[in-house]
């Protein structure tokens, strides 16, 4: 009974093809977002989706292209994959964003560019 | 724009040795303050939130202040199973997202 559940765990791949990462939770959270972490464990929001509606999108390239078919799940395609793409993503969602309600967040997707 | 600083970069300790980490944090208007642990391999993990001035939340040995500055995780006579990376994030008002620091990452030797 995961609460946020992201897949798959590693994903190995070279430049240029096209990859997606899933993310469900089942918290009933309204706003999920997409993590960005760094080789220096720095985490940099990417995107943020409330009620299936994009309400954030940070400076992200357009090869980067977010998907909610429900509340419940966010997906991430990424187009041309390019080498510093690599990273882990991790998915996240939140109860309320705007009482400051914590980030309860998946065990991420390693993703290696080679 | 919200920015956090954490330091130490990195702290040794000894088992039994208490210690605290640093949050500095520049935000517009204060949501909260959030405090997570990441051990290597997973996501993050929420320990607390922080929401004004002079709050204090504790779990077993860990505590969290916090000033309208800075934010302390102190903890008391840490063991082994407390190594793992403690990240501070802040929400503001203005950017409706958490904003992050680079994180302390915490080793506790037996």
């Known amino acids: 009974d995961t609460a946020v559940s992201q897949t798959p765990k590693y994903l190995v791949t070279q430049m240029g093809n096209d990859k997606s990462i899933k993310c469900e939770q089942n918290?009933?959270?309204?706003?999920m977002y997409w993590y960005k972490q760094d080789s220096k464990k720095f985490l940099k929001i990417m995107f943020s989706?409330?009620?299936?509606?994009?309400?954030i999108n940070e400076t992200v390239p357009n090869r980067f292209s977010p998907k909610s078919p429900d509340k419940a799940h966010l997906n991430l395609h990424i187009n041309s994959l390019e080498l510093g793409d690599s990273a882990v993503y991790f998915c996240?969602?939140?109860?309320?964003?705007?009482?400051?309600?914590?980030?309860?967040f998946g065990n991420g997707t390693r993703l290696t560019v080679t | 724009e919200d920015q956090v600083t954490q330091s130490p970069e990195a702290l040794r300790l000894q088992e039994g040795e208490s210690s605290s980490l640093n949050c500095s944090y520049t935000?517009?208007?204060?949501?909260?303050l959030f405090w997570y642990r990441q051990d290597p391999g997973k996501g993050p993990e929420f320990l607390f939130t922080?929401?004004?001035a002079g709050e204090k939340k504790e779990k077993e040995r860990l505590k969290a202040t916090l000033t309208k500055k800075e934010s302390f995780l102190h903890i008391t006579a840490p063991k082994p199973e407390d190594s793992a990376t403690y990240l501070c994030?802040?929400?503001?008002?203005?950017?409706?997202?958490?904003?992050f620091g680079d994180g302390t990452t915490l080793t506790v030797k037996p």
């Open positions: 922080l929401y004004s």
């Open positions: 994030a802040v929400q503001g008002v203005a950017a409706g997202k958490s904003t």
């Open positions: 996240a969602s939140s109860q309320d964003p705007a009482s400051g309600s914590p980030l309860h």
């Open positions: 989706y409330n009620n299936k509606e994009l309400i």
């Open positions: 935000v517009s208007g204060l949501r909260g």
């Open positions: 918290l009933g959270h309204d706003t």
